[in-house]
Each structure stands twice: as structure tokens, then as C-alpha cells.
């Protein structure tokens, strides 16, 4: 079975910290993506991976970086953490061919006060 | 540009009966496809069923089915018997082509499934 895993389900942060979230999937997958989700909105893709070293914007990338310096780590980062990312943060993985099905975390869940 | 649409942000459906979930979608691609999410209360994101833009077949897995109607570009999530356990958030998303061997998933904004005894 596949499995993603992220470091924390709970979170609770300050303005203006920087935050680390981490994802480790463990089925080789080329692919890795991270999402935040709120409530009437859905997923919404913040930025994904293709390949180690290989990043690429998302819909809404700002305020957020990332980093994959191995294939099965994937690594999110908040520079300065503000109250309007308190939100759920999911990390999935796919291999890169059809039908390119998505393989999900537990979530964290990030609260930033 | 494409889109996916889910306009029932809650149902109700009594155990044991079966329920229809609603998707449309818009997309120019010729090569798409279309997916449905399970979200349990816990928060994890379950797969449930994959349909092919060119598979001919209605693409079934246990008591998921999905009702895939091209020409309408809709692709309905029905579940039979319903049981409580299948009471989550439920989330339809279709492949978007980037390039290469990567493609982005765009989620609609999910149907939350409440299932009664």
C-alpha cells in the first residue's frame, strides 16, 4: 500500500514564524503535491513536484516555498506565517503515468495566532 | 478554462438506499480524467473510482459506480447500499493536462454525505 506521511496533524504556529511542513511517501512516485483546504473552497494547489530539485507554482503559491531535495521528501515552507493561512495542509503523491491517481496524507492541521 | 462543479453542498440518504452525487466539468481536452474523493471526518483523502475520458464502460468499483454521460460532461458518483460508514465529504476532480508525466487534479468543492439509520 501506498503512504504519505506528514509530520504533524496539529500545528499551532505565531505571526511571523517560519514553518516547516514535511511529507515523505515511501512508493517511489515522481510526483508530489501540496494543497490547502478551507472550508466551501476545496483543494487548491500550492505548488508541486515533478522530479527531485524540480518545483512548480501551483494557483496559489504566495507566501509559500518548497523544497525536494530527495524523491520521497517534499517539503513546505512558510517564510512568515499569517493568520490567513490557518488552514488544513494536505500532501499527496502520483506516479507519473496514467491514470496519475493521487495518493493523500492525514493533513495537518495549521493554526497560525 | 477547466472547471469542476459540484452544486449539492450537503445530502441526506437513509442506510441501505442509494445515492447519486453530482459532477459536471469543463474542459477542451480530448484526454481527461475525471476522479471522486472520500474525506472522512478524520481528514484523510480516500480514492474511490477513476473514470477515462475514453473508456467506454461506466467505471465500477463494489458499491461505487460512476455514471459518466460525455456529451453532458458529467460524472455522477453513485453509491448502492448505503451503510453509515460511507457518511463523509465527498470531493469530484479532474486530470489537468500540464505536460510531461505530471497532471494536476482540480477539485470541486465537495458534497458533504450524511447517511441515517
Known amino acids: 500500500d501506498v503512504k504519505v506521511t506528514q509530520s504533524s496533524r496539529y500545528l499551532v504556529k505565531r505571526t511571523g514564524e517560519k514553518v516547516f511542513l514535511e511529507c515523505v511517501q515511501d512508493?517511489?512516485?515522481?510526483?508530489m503535491f501540496w494543497y490547502r483546504q478551507d472550508p466551501g473552497l476545496g483543494l487548491r494547489l500550492i505548488y508541486f513536484s515533478y522530479d527531485v530539485k524540480m518545483k512548480e507554482k501551483g494557483d496559489i503559491p504566495e507566501g509559500y516555498s518548497v523544497s525536494r531535495e530527495k524523491k520521497e521528501r517534499f517539503s513546505l515552507i512558510l517564510e512568515s506565517a499569517s493568520t490567513n493561512q490557518t488552514s488544513m495542509y494536505l500532501c499527496a503523491s502520483s506516479l507519473g503515468q496514467v491514470p496519475y491517481e493521487q495518493y493523500f496524507g492525514p493533513g495537518t492541521r495549521l493554526t497560525v495566532t | 478554462a477547466q472547471k469542476i462543479t459540484q452544486t449539492q453542498p450537503g445530502m441526506f440518504v437513509q442506510e441501505k438506499e442509494a445515492v447519486t452525487l453530482d459532477c459536471t466539468y469543463d474542459?477542451?481536452?480530448?484526454?481527461?480524467?475525471l476522479f471522486w474523493y472520500k474525506q472522512p471526518s478524520s481528514g484523510e483523502m480516500i480514492f474511490l473510482i477513476y473514470q477515462g475520458s475514453y473508456d467506454e464502460q461506466n467505471a465500477t468499483e463494489g458499491r461505487y459506480s460512476l455514471n459518466f454521460q460525455k456529451a453532458r460532461k458529467s460524472a455522477n458518483l453513485v453509491i448502492s447500499a448505503s451503510q453509515l460508514g460511507d457518511s463523509a465529504m465527498y470531493f469530484c476532480?479532474?486530470?489537468?493536462?500540464?505536460?510531461?508525466?505530471?497532471?494536476?487534479?482540480?477539485f470541486g468543492t465537495g458534497t458533504l454525505l450524511a447517511v441515517q439509520p
Open positions: 512508493m517511489d512516485h515522481e510526483n
Open positions: 476532480a479532474m486530470r489537468e493536462a500540464y505536460g510531461g508525466a505530471t497532471n494536476k487534479l482540480i
Open positions: 474542459t477542451s481536452d480530448q484526454s481527461y480524467g
